[in-house]
């Protein structure tokens, strides 16, 4: 329309002068109230020390694998392949991931949106109305000339100009919780993934348990069926048909232990990978071989870990955002100055709307300073000063957590292989043991009670064994826990699941 362009060419002083406002605002705003954030430097050591030494001379009769790459996600060096699919869909479809991964889009969300309060908030309006005056109001006009009609449009601009960094430092809270709720899923991926591959290896842990409960359960019945045999020759007691016999029941009795056990895993597993409880039984009931462990590990230094642990970095991002929510509350101190701008036109009838006579224009400089109500505005400042050193405390305790948690795992995982080590040479002899025995019973060199007590030991022997196994492979999951390298960066999906089976 000619009339409106003709209004925006009159408006262009307007304009002009909104222009050069924003100049000086930016010129003022040279600096930000309030503290700026700076990373606590705290005394860690320079290395982990004994715990990994430890680690350096555990001598495991396992499997082991050469030292791990520490920025490789750390369940392909078990060289799995039904693991590793596991953790795939897991990283992608677990629903605690799909939750953060929530908070970390609404995070973003409420970033992008305090970004805009750096510029000037434009609003378009317009109005038509019609109205009449009673004849009360306008004694002896006419009622056609009682009909009163108007016209308005208009673009509005406001904004404010933030001399003092309150604006700047609402943004740089909002960037800085972001962060930490980027940490936040990171974080909860290392959990997640961790429990996936620790409920695995629980799982081929209770599996190998239940394998040696079985196979001493066939011995034993083999020895039962022997003490049989010589009660029908004469040879032997019911004494020890009996005492052979409830030797049998009660390693029968340990298995539908262990087959509960090995259920819940794989339930536990199918729900972690957002699967049904049901879904994963006929895939996973086949018994497989314990993961190999790693030779050693490579934690490096404390200082590298701390860069790389997610807890630790989302609570510095916290730290951060409430040191800049003190400048927030700080710039309550000073008087908030708002600039705004009208451009529109006026008028009672529709062809005069744009015409250089009905241009409405309004430039304003608004100052709001609650100067009296300073004792709020310093109570907000306390109040803000206070959560950022509880956030500093909270970030100090994370680190010490931190360094404490990969201590602890090093120390751990080296115990349990020395532990593994013994306990595999004990299940060797008692196996040896168990077979002598048999073989001097049916001499008739010794008796029936020397067979049972080695068939006993054998078996207590072999289900440490497998146990100690599991937990050397849980403490080498709980090392890469700690370490918290190599994990990856794809994200879970944001819609419901597709296509499963």
Not at 21 to 39: E, K, Q, T, W, Y
Not at 459 to 471: K, P
Request: hydrophobic residues 45%; glycine residues 6%.
């Amino acid at each position: 329309m000619p009339e409106f362009n003709a209004a925006i060419t009159r408006a262009r002083p307007l304009v002009a002068n909104l222009f050069t406002a924003s100049l000086l605002a930016s010129a003022l705003a040279a600096c930000a109230v309030g503290p700026d954030h700076v990373r606590p430097i705290l005394p860690v050591p320079d290395s982990f020390g004994a715990a990994v030494d430890a680690t350096a001379g555990a001598d495991a009769a396992v499997d082991v694998r050469p030292t791990p790459d520490a920025n490789a996600p750390f369940w392909d060096d078990f060289d799995d392949p039904v693991l590793s699919r596991l953790v795939d869909e897991a990283l992608v479809a677990n629903h605690d991931l799909r939750i953060a991964l929530a908070n970390y889009d609404r995070a973003n969300a409420l970033l992008r949106g305090s970004k805009f309060d750096r510029w000037p908030t434009i609003t378009a309006s317009g109005t038509a109305a019609e109205s009449r005056s009673s004849a009360d109001q306008m004694p002896g006009v006419p009622r056609g000339d009682r009909d009163v009609e108007s016209y308005e449009a208009g673009v509005n601009a406001s904004w404010e100009l933030d001399v003092f960094g309150r604006v700047r430092r609402s943004v740089e809270s909002s960037r800085a919780e972001a962060a930490a709720t980027a940490a936040d899923l990171q974080a909860l991926q290392v959990a997640i993934v961790g429990e996936v591959v620790g409920g695995y290896v629980e799982l081929r842990g209770l599996q190998a348990r239940l394998q040696v409960a079985r196979e001493n359960a066939d011995n034993q019945r083999d020895t039962l069926r022997l003490v049989d045999a010589r009660l029908q020759a004469g040879r032997g007691t019911e004494f020890d048909t009996a005492r052979a016999r409830a030797q049998l029941e009660g390693t029968l009795a340990r298995v539908p232990a262990l087959e509960a056990a090995e259920a819940v895993s794989m339930h536990r597993l199918a729900v972690l990978t957002g699967r049904t409880p049901e879904t994963l039984l006929s895939e996973l009931s086949k018994a497989q071989p314990l993961p190999a462990l790693p030779e050693r590990f490579d934690p490096g230094t404390p200082g590298e870990l701390l860069r790389r642990r997610p807890d630790v970095l989302a609570a510095e991002q916290r730290l951060h955002a409430a040191t800049a929510r003190i400048g927030v509350a700080t710039a309550d101190l000073f008087p908030r100055f708002t600039l705004a701008g009208l451009i529109g036109s006026q008028a009672i009838d529709t062809s005069a709307l744009f015409e250089r006579a009905s241009e409405t224009r309004l430039v304003a400089l608004g100052i709001d300073w609650s100067f009296l109500d300073i004792g709020r505005v310093r109570a907000r400042i306390a109040a803000a000063d206070a959560t950022a050193e509880g956030e500093l405390a909270r970030y100090q305790q994370t680190v010490l957590r931190a360094l404490e948690d990969t201590s602890n795992a090093l120390v751990r995982y080296a115990r349990a292989r020395e532990e593994d080590a013994h306990l595999a040479r004990a299940a060797e002899d008692s196996a040896r043991a168990a077979g002598l025995a048999r073989v001097r019973y049916e001499a008739g060199a010794t008796d029936l009670f020397e067979v049972l007590d080695a068939e006993r030991s054998q078996l207590q022997a072999q289900d440490a064994l497998a146990d100690a196994r599991t937990r050397s492979v849980n403490g080498a999951v709980g090392v890469y826990r700690a370490l918290a390298g190599g994990w990856p960066s794809r994200q879970p999906l944001r819609e419901g699941i597709a296509g499963r089976d």
